[in-house]
C-alpha cells in the first residue's frame, strides 16, 4: 500500500514514542521535585528575614538596611491596598527605591503570612510575605527567585539534551535489534517474490525455493 510505514518503521517508532514519553514524564517529575525543594528552602529564608524585621523598629530598620544580615534583593514594602513603597537590597547590599511601575501586585492587597509569588515588574519573580501589619498598613518581605528559575532552566536544557541522546540511541539500537529479528521475514518476502514472479501458469509449476528457518520454535 502506498504510503503505508513498514513495520521496522513502525516498530521503531513505537520504541522512540514510548522511551521519549517516559523520559519527559521522569525529567517533569524531577524539575517539579527539586522546585519544590528549592523554594521550601527560599521560603523558610523569606521567613528569617521577615522574623527579623519585626524584631527591629523602624529606626533600627533604617540603620541596619544598608548593613549585613539581609540577604542580597531582599525587598521590603510597606503597602496599602492601591499604594505600596518599596527598597531593594541591590547587589552591593545598598538600598534603592523600587519605582513604582513595578508594585503593581503589591498594591493590590492581598497579603498573607504564608509565602507567595509575586512578579514585581523588570525584577523578576519574588516570593513575598506580611511581616507585620500596623492599621491598614502591611511590611513585606520578598525574596528573589531568580536563582531557582536560572537552576531549573539548565535543568531542563541538561533533561532535553540528554533526553535526544538517549531517543537517538534507542533507535539505532532498535534498528539493530529489529533487523535480526524480521531478517526471516524479509527472506521469506524474497522468495514470495521470486515465485510471484514465475509463470505458475504455464509448463512446469514446480516449486522449489525455500525459506530455511534457523529456529523452528519461532514466530517465523
Known sequence: MAGARSLRTQLILGSVALTGMAGI?????SI??????????????VRQ????????????????????????????????YGDATAVRLDERAHAEVIPDENLTE??????????????????GSYRIVE??????????VGLPTGVIDRT??????????LLAAVLAVVAFVTRRVIDNAINPLEEMRHTALSIAGRPLGK????????????DPESEV
Open 49 to 80: 528575614t521577615a522574623q527579623l524585621i519585626t524584631s527591629l523598629n523602624r529606626q533600627e530598620l533604617r540603620e541596619r538596611i544598608d548593613g549585613p544580615g539581609f540577604p542580597v534583593g531582599t525587598v521590603i514594602a510597606v503597602a496599602t
Open 152 to 161: 531549573l532552566g539548565r535543568i531542563g536544557l541538561f533533561t532535553f539534551g
Open 32 to 45: 517539579l521535585g527539586v522546585r519544590g525543594f528549592m523554594l521550601t528552602q527560599l521560603d523558610d529564608e
Open 131 to 140: 511581616a507585620n501589619e500596623r492599621g491598614d498598613e502591611s511590611i513585606l
Open 25 to 29: 514524564a521522569i525529567g517533569a517529575a
Open 203 to 214: 509448463g512446469d509449476a514446480a516449486i522449489t525455493e525455500r525459506v530455511d528457518v534457523s
Open 106 to 123: 503589591l498594591t493590590l492587597g492581598v497579603y498573607s503570612s504564608e509565602p507567595q509569588s509575586a512578579r514585581l515588574g523588570d525584577l
